[in-house]
């Protein structure tokens, strides 16, 4: 008598299951596995184009005029009119001198002048008699001349009178001690009732003109002549006259608002320190420039013509700190590849070595990429990146 041999169902469903997942394994390893689609990433095309060599400098901000309040008379200090650290204008009055004896002096030199005058009256009186005596034959020709020289002296008295009581006028005007430029004034440097002298050393105040400002900065004189050394063999384009931009950067590494204009670089070397002073001018309305303050200065000195420049986003480094980049080889295979960078241009590195112009430099998408891995390309837009809205705020629960 037989038996019956046949597995209950729900055990023939199991072992049918494992004999199809046991097929399908063995179909996975003969097709070498499933992979994974290529990573999309953001391309771009190097192409050449003209870029500014721009050099960053230490520089310190210096005022564009300076000017000492100086007494021009002697005399005791009566008053100080401005108020310390504002703005004053050309010909503000600042200090008061003790005026008394100035007027004193310009009434006495009135008097003289008034005395000259009429001493000058009476001597044409007198020539015009020995005219008159002298057409008639009465007076020598004597009395005549002598008449006519007493008349040149008086001319030459009231003359003198004259010029006197002008000085004298000036010096009582000196007693009001003017501002000579516009600017920003700084501390009394002495205090009513003290006596300040026309020929003294020091001087009443200091006005310094903040609006526009300098800026000196320096540089090597070797890098300035390789620079002119590279204008000279063709590799760079100099700057046309007057239109090298210039650029203030603060420490904490914001920018100025207002750009610059380049007045000159000094004709000498300092022999100490191998470096050539240049000085560009600032405008300075909101008096954010201050004389003595440490800045750095970024300069345009000349142009690189058929340059490439690579985004920043599109370079990572290896252990050693060497600068790489995926460059988009045949089949859009990623190939790494190092590159010697230059200077900072905004947002790119423009580079020296390792790269030619056409071919395709992946920008995005980095981190996902691995040597010789097959890539989606796509063209990278850097705009839409920068301009992608933020993510909504989670809400709170």
């Known amino acids: 008598m037989l038996r019956n041999t046949r597995l209950?169902?729900?055990?023939?469903?199991?072992?049918?299951?494992?004999?199809?997942?046991?097929?399908?394994?063995?179909?996975?390893?003969?097709?070498?596995?499933?992979?994974?689609?290529?990573?999309?990433?953001g391309v771009v095309e190097m192409k050449s184009h003209a870029v500014p060599v721009v050099n960053e400098l230490p520089g310190r901000i210096a005022a564009t005029r300076v000017s000492e309040v100086r007494a021009r008379v002697s005399g005791i200090l009566q008053e100080r009119v401005f108020e310390q650290g504002t703005f004053v204008?050309?010909?503000?009055?600042?200090?008061?001198?003790?005026?008394?004896?100035?007027?004193?002096?310009?009434?006495?030199?009135?008097?003289?002048?008034?005395?000259?005058?009429?001493?000058?009256?009476?001597?044409?009186?007198?020539?015009?008699?020995?005219?008159?005596?002298?057409?008639?034959?009465?007076?020598?020709?004597?009395?005549?001349?002598?008449?006519?020289?007493?008349?040149?002296?008086?001319?030459?008295?009231?003359?003198?009178?004259?010029?006197?009581?002008?000085?004298a006028k000036i010096n009582l005007d000196y007693t009001e001690v003017r501002a000579p430029i516009s600017g920003i004034i700084g501390g009394a440097l002495v205090t009513e009732g003290a006596l300040v002298t026309a020929d003294g050393t020091s001087n009443l105040a200091l006005i310094q003109q903040v609006d526009p400002v300098y800026a000196d900065f320096t540089q090597s004189a070797q890098d300035l002549l390789n620079l002119k050394r590279a204008v000279a063999d063709g590799k760079l384009a100099s700057t046309a006259p007057g239109e090298a931009r210039v650029e203030l950067v603060f420490d904490d590494g914001s920018l100025y608002a207002q750009p610059g204009r380049l007045l000159f670089a000094s004709a000498n070397v300092d022999p100490n320190t191998g470096q050539v002073t240049l000085r560009a001018e600032f405008p300075n309305k909101n008096d954010d420039l201050l004389p003595g303050m440490y800045v750095r200065v970024r300069i345009e000195q000349a142009v690189r013509q058929d340059a490439l420049t690579v985004p920043q986003r599109a370079v990572t480094r290896n252990e050693a700190g060497q600068a790489q980049v995926y460059v988009l080889a045949e089949g859009n295979k990623a190939e790494l590849r190092p590159v010697t960078l230059g200077q900072v241009l905004g947002s790119d590195w423009v580079v020296e070595s390792g790269l030619k112009a056409g071919e395709t430099v992946i920008a995005d998408g980095v981190q996902k990429v691995q040597p010789g891995?097959?890539?989606?390309?796509?063209?990278?837009?850097?705009?839409?990146?920068?301009?992608?809205p933020a993510p909504a705020p989670a809400k709170a629960e």
């Open 8 to 41: 209950p169902r729900p055990l023939a469903l199991m072992a049918a299951t494992a004999l199809l997942a046991l097929v399908a394994g063995q179909t996975f390893a003969q097709e070498g596995g499933m992979q994974m689609p290529p990573a999309a990433v």
């Open 89 to 167: 204008k050309k010909d503000d009055v600042l200090y008061r001198i003790d005026p008394r004896i100035f007027r004193v002096r310009v009434a006495s030199a009135e008097a003289t002048l008034q005395r000259a005058k009429a001493t000058l009256q009476n001597a044409r009186l007198q020539l015009e008699r020995q005219q008159n005596l002298k057409e008639r034959n009465i007076a020598t020709g004597i009395d005549y001349d002598s008449a006519a020289v007493a008349v040149a002296q008086a001319d030459a008295d009231v003359a003198s009178a004259e010029a006197g009581l002008d000085e």
């Open 373 to 388: 891995a097959t890539v989606a390309p796509e063209p990278w837009k850097p705009d839409a990146v920068a301009n992608a």
